[in-house]
């Protein structure tokens, strides 16, 4: 018997005796929580550490990574670092001596890292919060002392700085946005590398006290010896982060800043673009832009910032992946705009996607209905303000609110010859607030987020379209126990939309609802409707910490009229879903394995009729060599359901059962040279498949490049690709037809980035993007019957027939209930997208950009499959090329 089979028949014993693996699971969970509410739920640390911060009133520190300033001698030196990687617990095998020092404006680190030979030190070059595989000195504050969030302010042993805030009691809850305004030193001698740093307390958040205590930790990776050394050692097996720090004392007679700074901007472009319509007059070779702007930061008294942008630009910002979407859902993308990402986490909340912040400056929804007309690719932000910060109380605030512009698009018909104006964009307005309080000492939270989106409408089309109000929000919650070994989440939310009936109603049909389902017992679509509403909720109880055994479980639902995408982002709504996952892990090391874990998962879904969606068995394998190697294996198997989304508003369809098979290994990512591969496949039984390889290389050279590549194919057929539904269909798919097809796919892609640093504050970075893909239709069918598992075939099937008109591209297929046309629907794709980027802090907190952006792209309804010279050929592709430059000015008025 192969391991596949037999992991099969497991996963069907499993399924089969589902009431017995829960009631086993229940009473696992039990043996293992019971303990938790009879210990000290106190934290349990051994003797916290402390390091007593030197006072330097009236004395002068240059900063240039040279430690012969008086005051480092009389400072107090802390080190004593302990291994967390590769043995726990054990001494660094390097010495590390660290000082600090403070006055009215400032506060001053400096590092001595001892090396037994400096060859030995790996470090690159880089632009700044780049720091790879170099060998670091990383220092986290607590300055709230609230045993939750923390400060990460690091420096590689070539001077690149890095910083991120530390929104949860986790090393790993990064926000890499946070930016703030210091600097930093390096000098690299024979017996070590020291660093010097200077952070404004102007930069840093803390209470109003007249003696300071804040927390600390410190972290320095050696990567030439796999090495990861700490002050305060957190162990592999238990969690928290903030929790765990020591101390930093002496620090007294410190303010919080109420600063104020101020960042205008001046910008250029020029845009040309290849001509396909010379009747067009909006379709110019060349076009000229300027623009202008200016961002504040002011503090609001000790604990509260804020930040506001007035007309914002974000040339400089890298371009989205290119993509085949071919699913009835909207693509979802990653912000990429500073002022949307610093902060970010303030705003989110630990259920839906309430605010999804490309929300924002998106393109109009709206498009004109002249012949020729000049579309935006983005409605204009007016300004926008984001307030941020946490009080003494231990309440965490985040605010935002934008405003954008009323988009109107020039038009021209040329059977007059006359030009026009369209409104495409309404005056909009959308604003997000959350609130978070910490209610215990154990760092738990529970919070609320509100949104709203109010439009002003004025043309019809624009009412027949979008909502003219939207509100979505909730509370949620986050108990910690055994100081975050166990963890109860869950949350509540609420949605309510109002518009006009035919806005209302677009909403109802949309691939999130679905509310024209024919066999739903449980939605019925109302034309009559002008507002909708819903809501959300889940509950998970997750063990996080111990030797070997981690575990969760939980549920979560979304009513059929949950809607948060005028704000947020939501695919489905009419969800209710159930999971539990198990872990098994070994962080001790052994003779062929540095760790491993093993997982097994089990999720099922419904929605609100009670019509299983899905059920997926899963098993995953995670094993570290002993030469850092990582490796990773998943098995997923999923059992047959009913789909209420494939028709897409239709009856329902049985999905069929299948497997997915995925495996990945990478190298040492201490390595100069660094690489990964992955592969995966899966097959069902209606005879879809797929296979996918990929994986990416990178390497650093000479201490300045950074060089990557990351290729990627991918080969699918898929039995069950929704084409078009029409009238007259047979009764048991309730009058109406649906038209599927098989679709042979495939995709290639291969993702070029090149950065070059001149130093760590001048540098240069190239992102290219050559992209493929192509679709290839056959096998056109019908589905006979809701619920039914197999097709009805044209073309194959007695009483269908299938014809092709290659004059016209269009085919005409026929069944009992007529005839249907539709076009040729084969696509070949080409898509090369690249960003060149010369950055240059030019001043402190000051940046100069210049840009060259490349946005190409073909298309043509051929269906041949791709190869790999169809990279090549979308160089050649048509587009547009846009050049600009950009620069910043830092003002600190206070």
Known sequence: MSAVSLFLKIMGFAYTYRWHFWCTVLAFIALNVLPVFAQDTRLQNPETREVSVLSVRGESILVDGILDEACWQKAVATGDFLQREPVEGA???????????????????????????PAEIISTLSRRDNAGNSERIIFSMDTYHDNRTAYSYGVTADGVRFEYYHSEDSEHSRDYSYDPVWEARVKQTDRFWSAEMRIPLSQLRFNEASSQLWGLNMNRFIPSRNEDVYWVLIPKNVSGWSSRFGHMVGIEGISPSSRIELTPYVAADLTTRHVEDNQNPFDKQTDWGSNTGIDLKMGLGPNLTLDATINPDFGQVEADPAEVNLSAYESFYSERRPFFIEGSQLLRGRGPDYFYSRRIGAPPQLSSSAQY?????????????????????????????????????????PTTNTYGEEEIAPLSGIGVIRLQQEIDDEASTVGVILTGVERDLRTRSAEDLLTRRAVSGGVDWNLRFDHGGYELEGFAGYSDISGTREAISRVQQRSTHYYQRPDADHVTFDPERTSLSGYAASLSFDKNSGEHWLWGLGGSAESPGFEINDAGRLHAADDIDSWVDLEYRENTPGTLFHSYRFELQLANGWNFDGIRQYTNLGLSVHPTFTNFWRAAVYFDYGLDALADHMTRGGPLMNTGAGWNLYGTLSNNYSSDTRWSVYASTFRTELDAWNYSVGGSFSVRTSGRWDISIEPGYTRSVSTRQYLMSTDNGPEATFGRRYLFSTIDQATLFARLRINYAFSPDLTLEVYAEPFAASGNYLGFGLLPAARDTYLMIYGSDPGTSLAYDESTGMYTATDAGGSVAFPNPDFNVLSYRSNVVLRWEWVRGSTLFLVWQQNRSNYEARGAIINPLDLFESFNSPGANFIALKITYWIPLT
Not at 109 to 116: E, L, N, Q, R
Request: glycine fraction near 10%; charge should be negative.
């Open 91 to 117: 001494p660094a095998t390097l010495k590390t001596e660290v000082r600090f020092c403070f006055d009215d404006e400032a506060l001053y680190i400096g590092a001595t890292m001892y090396v037994d030979d």
């Open 373 to 413: 007309s000049d579309n935006p690719g983005k409605t204009s932000i007016i300004g926008a303000a984001k307030l941020s910060g946490r009080l003494s109380s231990g309440l965490s605030i985040g605010a935002l609110g934008a405003m954008t512009e009323r988009e109107f698009v020039e038009t021209y018909d």
